[in-house]
């Protein structure tokens, strides 16, 4: 695991020379690269959300594309579209810029419904149909997506099976005082972004996600992870609960994280650490917990303090 752990410091550290101040969201955002799985970073404008998915695409050298969601765009403006060649007489297909390995889609919630489903099978299947061609994406692929949820106007909520399909949902989170002086000084004459280099080869990448699906989860750990899950349905306040798609996220990245902390198995506190972002986004909170102002996160958390972690004693009356 000291490869796996070498290349993910590498990348974390590596963007914060750009990011700074957020090591937290950046190592998840690291984990989720390491677990091929899709970020959703939902935070106020400006607090470097676009710059986090870019940092990512540069420090391991894949092949980038951003897409910014309008109201009037199609789908087929993302996954592409087969046009006549008057020479050829035949169609010729011209992918769209969700052919890439890294893609950031920009403030996704801003495009319609019709348009968001574009990105259903890319996400789940990691191919695109077009025209009944289906067209496989490139190794590794990931889609990191924005979404301002201070502003409602003109926006379209995503739908719960969009929603389903990201394995985090990140806050980055306005910068403390001291961190916001260095993000001026380090911006006096050019954004630290444009003397970021390649750190990571995809090679290297490809090898350290392959790597950590042999990470050892004991079957306790399991049943731990599926038990936090199925209580996210049966709680009170929640009107839909997390699919098992939430319960195969939090064990991928329970495996990647114990690979970033250098070890080869994966601890309870893997689990806890990572249930409120891989979890809440997950959740639709009924109407009386609405009321009530009760968050998704906040189930979350209230689930792990009620559900006994493997290898704790329960001390009841004798």
Known sequence: MADVQATANRIVENVEHVIIGKRQSV???????????HILIEDVPGVG????AKSIARSVGCKFQRIQFTPDMLPSDVTGISVFNQKTREFEFRPGPIHAQIVLVDEI???????????????EERQVTVDGTTYPLDNPFMVLATQNPIEYEGTFPLP??????????IKLGY????????ILNQQ??????????????VEELLGAQEAIKDIYIDEQVKQYIVEVVRQTREHPDVYLGSSSRGALAIYRLGQARAALFGRDFVLPDDVKALATTALSHRIIVGPAARIKDISPDAIVEEILDHVTVPGAQVIGKR
């Open 160 to 169: 719960e099976a969009q929603l389903d399909r990201f394995m985090l949902c």
């Open 175 to 182: 910068p403390a005082k001291e961190e916001e002086i260095t």
């Open 188 to 201: 006096q004459h050019a954004h630290p972004f444009t003397k970021l280099e390649q750190v990571v080869s």
């Open 49 to 52: 959300k676009t710059v986090l």
């Open 27 to 37: 190592q998840l955002t690291v984990l989720g690269l390491l677990s091929q799985g």
């Open 109 to 123: 919630n801003r495009a319609t419904p019709k348009t968001q489903s574009a990105l259903l099978e890319a996400m």
